[in-house]
Every structure is written in structure tokens, then in C-alpha cells.
């Protein structure tokens, strides 16, 4: 509606659902008054900070395709899922588990981080990263309850940064990135419930015997690219990986 002032919206005050979507919005300060708002979107307005008066309340917000350029003063104590998509976010810095110690899902696909350091939210499940330049995992081990984890579509060519901490993460998207050798894959040997990877589009799922090669490293994994791992698939990457074990022994 193009709608660039919402200050009528302070009488109301027991609004707990809105949607102010698709306007020219910069300003949110009115909703303050509205303190038992649940459940917020303000996807495509002209908004250039995420910063807003904490509201109690508060557990899901989407502020997807904004001007934001930092994610400072995001402070609500029940907020539990985060979107940023699409925003120009160039740093993790400024979400802390001090006041986001109930958010478990955080989206930024499409924003401009180049490094996952900064990242302090150990309650955190699943986290979208696809789109956003990243060239290298840091500050990653204190991820310790994170599931998913989507990093499609970005210039990581090598993988270090995970830990052993990170004992929940079962699914990780690493698609058209620049993984190029097998030694990369073996450094995902850290994470023992790794259920589900995708490394499709990567230079290493060019080589010849490459699900085997990456099940004979990852022997839990269920699925690869997608696709179920077949049992005739594990035995033989069974036998791959005792050779080479046999082989190491001599």
C-alpha cells in the first residue's frame, strides 16, 4: 500500500499478529507500543536497521529483502526464528546468546558475509547461509545444538572450521561451492551424526567413484546429494575403507 508512517498503529495496542509487508517503511519505532506482538514481517520495505525496542513477547520476525546492513539491537527474549534474507549484512556480529537465548532458526541467504565469525547463539538449530560469499567457516564450534545447516552457493574451498562440538548437525548443504579434493571432505569426520550431505556441483563430485569415496570417509551418512545410500553402497565402501586402513597398518 505504500504505506511510509504506521504511527496509527500505536493504539492497537494488542496487536499480535502483523504483516506490513511490500511498503515503504523506514521507520518501525511505532510498534513498540504493541507489547504483545507475537509474530512480525516486514519483508520488502526500505528499513536500514533491525534495531527495534525488545518485546517481551516476541518469536518470529522476517525482515527479508531490507537495506539492513548489520544485524545490532535485535533483542527480544522469545524471539525464535530470525529471517534476513536478501538483506546487506556483512558481518555475524551483533546477535548474542546474552539476549537472543531462545532464537533457533536465523536465515540470511543473500547477504554479504564472506565468514560465518562473530556467530555466539549455542541454542541455534537450523542456520541458512546459501548466497552469501562465505569463503571460510570461523567460530563455528559454538554451534553446539545446530541440526541444519545450508551453505549453498558459495566460494568455500576448503573445511576447516567444524568441530566436535557441533555433535547435533545432521544435515549440511555444501552444493556449488569449491570443494576440490577428498582431503576436504575427510575434515567432515568431526561431526558424528552427520546424516544427510550435498556436495553436488562441487569439483570433487567430478572424480571417478565419487559417492564411494565420500561414503568410504563418511561411513553414518544416509543420504548423499539427496539420494538414499543403498546398501550395497556401504558394503563396498566398507571394503575401500578397510584396505586403505590395512594399507596405513603395513
Not at 508512517?5 to 518501525?28: A, C, G, M, P
Not at 516476541?58 to 525482515?63: A, E, P
Not at 556483512?90 to 536465523?106: A, I, K, P, W
Request: charged residues 25%.
Amino acid at each position: 500500500r505504500n504505506l511510509t508512517d504506521i504511527s496509527l498503529l500505536k493504539t492497537f495496542i494488542h496487536l499480535r499478529y502483523v504483516d506490513l509487508s511490500e511498503n515503504k517503511l523506514q521507520d518501525l519505532s511505532p510498534l513498540s507500543s504493541l507489547t504483545e506482538l507475537l509474530w512480525l514481517k516486514v519483508d520488502g520495505n526500505l528499513l536500514t536497521s533491525a534495531c527495534m525496542q525488545e518485546l517481551s513477547y516476541l518469536q518470529v520476525i522476517s525482515f527479508d529483502r531490507n537495506n539492513i546492513k548489520d544485524m545490532e539491537g535485535i533483542t527480544h527474549p522469545r524471539l525464535a526464528t530470525l529471517s534476513l534474507k536478501e538483506n546487506k549484512i556483512q558481518t555475524m556480529l551483533g546477535l548474542s546468546q546474552d539476549q537472543l537465548f531462545s532464537l533457533q532458526v536465523l536465515e540470511l541467504r543473500g547477504n554479504k558475509l564472506k565468514s560465518t565469525a562473530g556467530l555466539s547463539l549455542p541454542k541455534l538449530k537450523k542456520l541458512y547461509l546459501a548466497q552469501t560469499n562465505i569463503r571460510s567457516l570461523e567460530g563455528l564450534e559454538g554451534l553446539e545444538e545446530l541440526e541444519t545447516l545450508h551453505l549453498r552457493d558459495n566460494k568455500l574451498e576448503t573445511l576447516d572450521g567444524f568441530s566436535s562440538s557441533m555433535k547435533c548437525l545432521q544435515y549440511l548443504n555444501l552444493r556449488n561451492n569449491g570443494i576440490g579434493s577428498f582431503q576436504e571432505v575427510e575434515k567432515l569426520q568431526v561431526l558424528p551424526m552427520l546424516q544427510a550431505l550435498v556436495l553436488s556441483e562441487n569439483p570433487c563430485a567430478d572424480e571417478p567413484n565419487y559417492r564411494l569415496e565420500v561414503l568410504a570417509l563418511l561411513p553414518q551418512l544416509q543420504r548423499l546429494d539427496k539420494e538414499v545410500v543403498e546398501q550395497d553402497e556401504q558394503e563396498e565402501a566398507m571394503k575401500i575403507r578397510q584396505t586403505r586402513q590395512e594399507e596405513k597398518e603395513k
